[in-house]
Structures are given as structure tokens and as C-alpha cells.
């Protein structure tokens, strides 16, 4: 301990004129705002703004110039031998000269700070600087010139001792900095990373460097003493041996967390995408946000990216494709996989998008996918990314949703703006024709009442939409959107969710104040069938289990005791429903433009169990009652 | 690391008592090139060695190993008793040393090396230091960097004594000092080790000084240790031999008059010839003397510095053969 207050002394008195500077340099920004001539609270920022610029530049430079003089400087020209034949152990001559070092960073930073703090009066001007705070900014500062100290030491070793080594050491971090560039791409491409994760890897990260470089340091001057080389060479294995097993512990936590199965997942969610058992899984698993496609059916599955909302499928069920990017500037290039192939690993297409594409749809033999990027429509050959053409379709302000009606032909739905300061817009269609790349502009309707949904029939040739909070739904033609009848008008809101039956007839799913019920209407919009459920609550339709049966749950308001909701087989036909089963969610999802899933198939027995604390996803047959596992905690 | 054996020259007793230095087997590398190789000697409690070497002999190199600044690359360094670089800290509060080159701080004034000094050492005598440094006529307060050479070894010395340490080491202190000033600084030396016997160990050129002070010396030539010996043994053994050889009737030849004596060195000079020989016997010398052909043979003892030219330096003039024609 005497050891080390020595030397800390000797330090601190050796270099004391540096604080001189500090000072010196903290007058400067009181002169800012008398040059300026600013005054009251604008003198008292640029003061302030001023102080803080010169603080940190003062600081860090002396970090840098300490850093890499201290020890290194002393081992090259031999003087460290002074304290080497002095009974004064490494240890406390790495710890008295660094501490030392980050004394005068810390008083000279404080040091040019402190006049304007004064004139100030406040650190307010300082500290609104910070967003985390001024102990954690403090905090973090204070790292943060402990991290320039010590890498400026390490470097001033490693160059001062012109070893061969040096070399190696840049391989070894353009190595260790490639690894960890290419692992945290691939989490931020295959995983949600929260906010959180940053700022745990930063305090995990940032200490764990710190603390290599400090043991690093130690090791140097305890194992090299007056040998320069040998000090180096202390200095690089330690801060090999540190780092490399710091970084295969990230990438082993990277692997592993990149590896979770969907079986892993909690609370997951899931829509299906087809007529088969696939569908996309979101849930948690080890920390993470992760998306899966994965069969239900078989139990295959692929992690796609975070971009699984824009997953498309093809209308025959066989491809699904998707955009993946390295990283958040992109390209975002295009994946497809096909489904129906057992064996088949996603193929990465030539099809790239300097912008994220915010709308992908595939055609229904799954041979062209159509974009929506930055308001320009782009159709392209899947196979061979031969472009089939493009056309501007939108502005980018305006939402703009594009679907196939044909194999030849896309169709957009633009919501123009209508009323100036109103939610209130135009439904604008336009269709662009493959063959002739020419866009036509077939219909626009009247101003409605926004915001507005907007469902499509299976064959794309009616729509329904329904206009502000269900104060009017409407069924119109999908190519004019001329308005074919009126299925719901009321002067007050109504919870309502349109959709249609696979026969082509659309529906309305309503929360009135009763009790929920379902609206059936003819292909031409006639009211045919109301169908009362026995309980109130929000309705989420399934798909249909036979031609006009399908399921539906209804979840209960708020404050109504029951969280699960119950389950109902509505046969639009007989005009019947019966409670099936607790606590299960078809797995759809209604925002989806269109829906095209033929009746019967195992998507439409697919449901999210949620009467457990984790949720599963299970298959159920309305009609029968059995009900399997297929992901999660078994009831 | 391999073990390293024993020095020789020491009794059973010292082998088992913690000798102030000791170096087993060290050999010190850098790179491909040996700075010494498999060197062992010991400083027995109260010897004063001096371990010569001309210059790039490995002397500092060695000396950087024993003081636990430097690890060998085989062979163990050690002080008293415990392993130099492993037991550096604790052996060194019984260490005085004076390095080859001035290496204090050059901000630092010779006051605040004291001062620094005197928080590492228990026995620290602040008056000794004073004393000296008046003696010297050191300003106290001038910083390192600006005092003349031989002030910065007097402060270094001044340093070295000050907490009265068991053993010295001084890595060639007078390098590039005048005179007036190695006088100074060996007269302050020899003052000390009258009053406590202090151990030391003395790499240094100035053999004339270190003449009368070494009990034992040493000798490094191209990284090994060639002689390691009592002073007194060595310069007993040691002689210088000059004649001159004449033909006679029965001897028709010339080159075995020496083959009595280990002749270390032989030159032919105008006069005859000038020879050393490392294993003196006064009875030998009276039969060399009688030799038939030997003339005005006269032998003379040699100083350490002569010594060392015979043993470590090269030949100022080819050397002839034993017993070259005159």
C-alpha cells in the first residue's frame, strides 16, 4: 500500500501542471458569450455547451497522452528501472501510475468545467446535455476516459515496443471487432433485440474491456518490468486470452440464443398463412424476440427475420417468401422457401430493395412477387429476379396495399387523402397490368369517413370497407369501388369486423351493446342471417371449418372477471351457434388484405391456447372436441 | 524452467544460509542473441564482488536479473535465499542500488526522490542523505535532469545508503564520471563498507578503484563467466614473466620453456619475451630460470587490471606461439 500511495503521490505531483491547462481552458467559454453578446438563459448555454466541448476535449486528450506514456514511455527509455530496483511491486506501480492518471483526467475535466458551473450557478445547463441523467452521464464519462486511458496505454506499448506482434495484435482485434459485428447482425436480423440488450451488452461489454485492458496492463508491467517486448507480449496474450473468451461466450450465447426451437417459445403468437399447417410464430424465447415459419403439420421450421408481418404466401399454398437484411441500412433481399418440398432450405433470391419494402404479396402460383417500396409498385420473376416491371403507384405519405387479381394483373388500393386536417380519405384503385406495364387508375370513391379497413374477397372482385369506428360499412366493387349496397350504417360507433366466407359472402362481426353477433349477407350485400351470441365481447372470426361453419371467440370486456375467451361454431347456414371450448384463439390475422383459406383445411383447426400462463398453440376440432398440443406447455 | 545448480565457491555453511545474491545456471536472451549463457556465481555475507566484463559482456544484463527486473531465460537469480523476480518487493527493502545510468525522474529533485524514497523504506535515515548530499555538494532542490553526471550518481549512492541496506549493487556507477567525482563516489563507498561491512556486488570498468575494495571478482567474456575467484587467490596465481632466449649448444630450439606455467598470454617483443601465466609456483620459476637458453628472467605480480586484459581482452598484437623465437 505505501508502494502504491508513493507512487500515486509522485504521479500526481510529477504532472500537476496539466491541471494548470485545465484551468486555463476553462476560462475560455465564460469569453463566449460577451463575444457573442448573448445573455440570460441563451449566454448561460453557449456557456455551458462551450465548457462541456472543452472539458471533454481537454480530458481526453490528457487520457490519450497519459495513457500512452505511462509505463511505456518509462519502459523504453529504461527509467522504470528506478522503481523496479525499489521494493515496489508491479502491482502497485500499474495501480499508482494509472490511478494517478485518471486523477489529473478527472480534476482537469472538473477543473475546466468549474468556471462555468459557477457563473452558472446551476449544472442545469450542462446536465439538460445529458439524457440519462448526471450520475449515470458521470458515470459513463467517467468509463469512457478510463477506456481512452487504458487503450492509449495498451497501444502505446504495442507501438512503442516495435514487436512483430503488433501485427497480430491488429488481426487479432479486426478479428474479435468482425466477430462481434457479425454476431450482433445476425441477432438484430434473426432476433428483436430490446433496447435493454444494448444497454446490457454496453454494461457488460464496456466493464468486461475495462477490465482486460486493466488486467492487461498489470500483467504487462508486473511481467515485462524493463523488458519492453516482454511487456508487450504480456500485455497481447492477456488481452487475447480475454477477449477471445469473451468473444466465444457472445457467440456461444449468440448461437444458442439464435438456435432456440419454436418448441422454446413463450408467449407466442401465430397466423397462419395457407391452406396447410403453416403459419408465422412470434413469441420470447431465451431473452429474445424471435419469428419463426413452421409446419404444423410436420414440426419443420426456418427463423426468419423481423420482418415476418411481411411474410408472404403464394394463393396455392406451395411458397412463402420474405425480406432479410444484414443489417438496418439494408439491401433487403428477398428469401423464399417452399413449403410443400420437405426437404427445401430458404433460397436467397437476386431480388433486393435498397429500402425496406413495405409491402411484398406473391402471385397465386407463387412464380412473381410484387413490392411496394417507397411508392413504387415492382413486380418480379422469382425464379430468375428478372424484373417484370415497376411503376410509381403512390406517394409515400398515403398508404397504398397491393394484391394480385389475376396472374397478369396487380391491383392497389391508395388511400388518397380527403378533407384537409381530417382523418377522412379517397379509395383510389388502381391496377397495374403485367404485360403492357401500364397503370390504369379504374375507380375512386367518394370521401369517406377515415380512418378506413378494408377487406377483399377471395377472387379480389368485391371489397368491403368499413369507414370511422363502424359508423358505415360498406360493399363495393373491387375494381371501381362503386358502392354495391350499404351493410351497416349507425349513428354511433359499433365494434365491427367485416370480412367474407369463402363463398364469397360477406360478414359482419359485431360487439353492440347486447351481446356479439354476426351479420350475414348475400354475395350482393342483401342481409340474409343475424346471428346473437349469448355473451357480450369483442368477436375475432376464424376460418370456416365446412363451407359456412366457422368459429369465432369472443373475449370479454374489460371487468367482466373472465380473461379467456370462449369459443363458438357458427353455422352462418342454419343460423346456429354453440360454445365450443375455453380459453382458444384462432390463429388469423385480421389484418390481413385478404384471405383466401379454403374451408376445412388444418389452418382453420389451428388455435392459440391462452387458459394457460404460457400460451400454446394447439390443434382443435370444433366438432368433435379433441384437441392436441402441437407447441407449448400441454392443459 | 531447468534447475539450476549450486555455485561452487561456496562453504556448506553459506550454501545453506540465505546468501544475499546468488545467480544458478542463468542464461538471458533477446531473440536469437545470448547476452550470457548458464552463469552461476554467489556473494558469500560480507564479500565484495566484482563482476567485470568488457562492455556488451552481459554484466547489466545479469545485474537486471539478480535486482528481479529482468527474467532469465533459464536459470534462477535470487536474494537471500528467495527467488529474485518472484520475491523482487520483499528482498529489495534490503537492497541498495546504483544502476548503470542515472534512471531517477528528471522532474524529480534529489529532496523528492528522498522523499519518495522514505515511504518505501522502514530504516530510512532522512540525515544520511542530507549529510551526504552536502558532502557531495548536491543542491537538493535542482531537479534530476539537471545535475552533472557524477551528481547523479552521488544522489543515486546517497539513495542507495541511506537506509543502511545488507547489500549493495552498483552496475558500473562511474561510468563517464571525471576523476575528481569517481574518486568521490568510491571514497563515500569505501566509507560505508568500513563502517558495516556491507555486502556488494560491482560491475564496473574502473578496476583500478575497485582494486583494493574487491574481496572476489568475476569475469563475463562473450556471456560466460570465465573466472570466478577470490581476489587474493587470483592474484597470487597470476605473474608476468619476461626473459629472453638465446641459442645455445644444446638447445637448438625454442617454444617449450614455458610448458611449466599456464600461459595465458605470451607476445614476442624486440627485447625478448613478455608472458603471463596463471599458475604461479616460485619453485617453477627457479627451474624455468635455469633453463638452458633462459636469460634475465624476472617475474612481477600483476594488477587486477592486467589481469583482466590477460583473461578477457583480445591480444593488442598477434600472440606468437609458447616460446616464439625471439
Known amino acids: ?635 | 524452467m531447468s534447475i539450476a545448480t549450486a555455485p561452487s565457491n561456496l562453504s556448506p555453511a553459506a550454501r545453506t544460509s540465505a546468501v544475499p545474491i546468488e545467480a544458478r545456471a542463468i542464461t538471458v536472451r533477446y531473440g536469437r542473441a545470448i547476452a550470457c549463457q548458464d552463469v552461476s556465481f554467489a556473494v558469500a555475507p560480507g564479500e565484495v564482488y566484482a563482476l567485470l566484463g568488457r562492455n556488451g559482456a552481459g554484466k547489466s544484463s545479469l545485474v537486471r536479473c539478480l535486482l528481479g527486473q529482468q527474467r532469465p531465460a533459464s536459470g534462477e537469480a535470487r536474494l537471500f535465499g528467495g527467488n529474485s523476480w518472484t520475491t523482487r518487493t520483499r528482498a529489495l527493502a534490503r537492497v541498495g542500488v546504483v544502476p548503470e545510468e542515472p534512471d531517477a525522474p528528471p522532474a524529480m529533485t534529489a529532496f523528492e526522490i528522498a522523499q519518495f524514497c522514505r515511504r518505501l523504506y522502514p530504516r530510512w535515515d532522512s540525515g544520511s542523505v542530507e549529510r551526504r548530499l552536502d558532502r557531495f555538494g548536491v543542491p537538493p532542490h535542482v531537479p534530476f535532469g539537471r545535475l552533472s553526471k557524477g551528481q547523479k550518481g552521488q544522489v543515486l549512492l546517497a539513495m542507495a545508503l541511506a537506509f543502511s541496506p545488507e547489500l549493495l549493487v552498483l552496475d558500473d556507477p562511474t561510468l563517464g564520471l571525471d576523476v575528481v567525482a569517481r574518486r568521490a563516489f568510491w571514497d563515500e563507498f569505501l566509507g560505508d563498507l568500513a563502517d558495516r561491512g556491507t555486502t556488494a556486488l560491482i560491475t564496473t570498468h574502473d578496476l583500478a578503484a575497485i582494486e583494493g575494495i574487491a574481496t572476489r571478482v568475476g569475469v563475463l567474456k562473450t556471456g560466460q563467466l570465465i573466472l570466478d575467484e577470490d581476489v587474493d587467490i587470483l592474484k597470487a596465481r597470476f605473474r608476468r614473466i619476461r626473459y629472453a632466449n638465446r641459442m645455445t649448444e644444446t638447445r637448438k630450439d625454442f617454444g617449450n620453456e614455458l610448458d611449466a606455467f599456464d600461459a595465458t598470454r605470451v607476445q614476442v617483443r624486440g627485447w625478448g619475451i613478455d608472458a603471463v601465466v596463471s599458475n604461479w609456483d616460485d619453485a617453477a620459476f627457479e627451474r624455468f630460470r635455469q633453463m638452458d637458453g633462459v636469460e634475465g628472467a624476472e617475474a612481477s605480480a600483476l594488477s587486477l587490471e592486467e589481469i583482466f586484459v590477460a583473461v578477457a581482452g583480445e591480444p593488442l598484437q598477434p600472440t606468437a606461439q609458447k616460446g616464439g623465437a625471439a
Not at chain 1, 426456418?302 to 408472404?312: C, F, G, K, L
Not at chain 1, 354511433?492 to 370480412?499: D, E, G, I, R, Y
Not at chain 1, 348475400?522 to 372470426?541: D, F, M
Open chain 1, 1 to 635: 500500500m505505501s508502494g502504491f500511495l508513493a507512487v500515486t503521490r509522485r504521479e500526481l505531483s510529477e504532472k500537476r501542471f496539466v491541471l494548470f491547462a485545465a484551468a486555463a481552458a476553462g476560462l475560455f467559454p465564460l469569453a463566449i458569450p460577451i463575444v457573442a453578446r448573448l445573455r440570460g438563459a441563451g449566454a448561460g448555454e453557449s456557456r455551458g455547451f462551450a465548457a462541456v466541448i472543452l472539458a471533454a476535449t481537454v480530458a481526453g486528450g490528457l487520457a490519450i497522452a497519459l495513457g500512452s506514456s505511462v509505463l511505456s514511455g518509462e519502459i523504453a527509455t529504461r527509467r522504470i528501472g528506478f522503481f523496479f530496483s525499489r521494493p515496489v511491486s508491479a502491482g502497485a506501480l500499474w495501480a499508482g501510475k494509472l490511478s494517478a492518471a485518471m486523477l489529473l483526467v478527472i480534476a482537469a475535466l472538473a477543473i475546466a468545467l468549474a468556471p462555468s458551473m459557477i457563473v452558472n450557478r446551476s449544472l442545469s445547463p450542462l446536465g439538460d446535455l445529458f439524457p440519462t441523467g448526471p450520475a449515470a452521464s458521470c458515470a459513463i464519462g467517467l468509463g469512457f476516459f478510463l477506456l481512452v486511458l487504458l487503450l492509449s496505454n495498451a497501444a502505446g506499448i504495442a507501438i512503442r515496443s516495435r514487436s512483430p506482434l503488433l501485427a497480430a495484435d491488429v488481426l487479432v482485434l479486426a478479428l474479435v471487432a468482425l466477430a462481434f459485428w457479425s454476431m450482433g447482425m445476425r441477432l438484430q436480423r434473426f432476433a428483436v433485440v430490446p433496447g435493454t440488450i444494448y444497454w446490457l451488452l454496453v454494461v457488460v461489454l464496456a466493464p468486461l474491456l475495462l477490465a482486460a485492458l486493466l488486467i492487461a496492463a498489470h500483467r504487462a508491467t508486473a511481467k515485462g518490468r524493463t523488458d519492453l517486448r516482454e511487456a508487450h507480449r504480456a500485455l497481447s496474450t492477456s488481452l487475447w486470452l480475454i477477449l477471445g473468451v469473451s468473444t466465444v461466450a457472445c457467440a456461444a450465447w449468440s448461437a444458442w440464443v439464435l438456435a432456440a426451437p419454436p418448441a422454446s417459445v413463450k408467449d407466442l403468437y401465430a397466423r397462419s398463412l395457407g391452406t396447410q399447417g403453416w403459419v408465422v410464430l412470434s413469441g420470447r424465447t431465451r431473452g429474445l424476440e424471435a419469428n419463426y415459419l413452421y409446419d404444423s403439420m410436420t414440426g419443420r421450421f426456418e427463423r426468419i427475420s423481423n420482418e415476418s408481418w411481411r411474410t408472404a404466401i403464394s394463393g396455392d399454398g406451395r411458397t412463402a417468401a420474405w425480406v432479410e437484411a444484414p443489417s438496418q441500412v439494408g439491401p433487403w433481399t428477398v428469401k423464399t422457401l417452399r413449403l410443400d418440398a420437405a426437404n427445401a432450405r430458404p433460397v436467397e433470391t437476386r431480388i433486393d430493395f435498397s429500402r425496406q419494402p413495405s409491402s411484398l404479396v406473391l402471385s397465386p402460383q407463387g412464380d412473381q412477387i410484387a413490392a411496394l417500396e417507397n411508392g413504387i409498385l415492382s413486380v418480379t420473376e422469382l425464379s430468375t429476379g428478372r424484373s417484370r416491371g415497376s411503376a410509381r403507384v403512390s406517394d409515400r405519405r398515403y398508404p397504398a396495399t397491393p394484391f394480385f387479381a389475376a396472374p397478369d394483373v396487380v391491383r392497389v388500393l391508395r388511400q388518397n387523402p380527403g378533407r384537409q386536417g381530417t382523418p377522412d380519405v379517397q379509395l383510389e384503385i388502381l391496377e397495374f397490368r403485367i404485360s403492357t406495364r401500364k397503370v390504369t387508375v379504374t375507380g375512386t370513391s367518394e370521401t369517406l369517413r377515415g380512418p378506413v379497413f378494408v377487406q377483399v374477397g377471395a377472387a379480389g372482385e368485391r371489397i368491403v370497407v368499413r369507414e370511422k369506428a363502424g359508423l358505415r360499412i360498406t360493399l363495393r366493387d373491387g375494381r371501381t369501388a362503386a358502392r354495391l349496397a350499404t351493410l351497416r350504417e349507425s349513428p354511433s360507433p359499433v365494434a365491427s369486423w367485416p370480412f367474407f366466407l369463402s363463398d364469397g359472402r360477406p360478414v359482419l362481426a359485431l360487439n353492440s351493446a347486447g351481446s356479439g353477433a354476426l351479420e350475414i349477407f348475400s354475395t350482393g350485400g342483401a342481409s340474409e342471417r343475424r346471428i346473437v351470441l349469448p355473451e357480450r365481447g369483442a368477436l375475432r372470426p376464424g376460418r370456416e371449418i365446412a363451407a359456412g361453419v366457422l368459429t369465432v371467440s369472443l373475449f370479454s370486456p374489460l371487468g367482466s372477471g373472465r380473461t379467456a375467451p370462449a369459443l363458438y361454431l357458427v353455422d352462418t347456414n342454419a343460423g346456429t351457434s354453440r360454445r365450443v371450448a375455453n380459453g382458444l384463439m384462432p390463429v388469423v390475422d385480421p389484418w390481413t388484405l385478404q384471405t383466401s383459406i379454403l374451408p376445412g383445411t388444418e389452418a382453420s383447426r389451428l388455435f392459440l391456447s391462452t387458459e394457460d400462463a404460457r400460451i400454446s398453440l394447439v390443434r382443435f376440432d370444433p366438432t368433435t372436441g379433441r384437441r392436441t398440443t402441437v407447441l407449448g406447455p400441454q392443459p
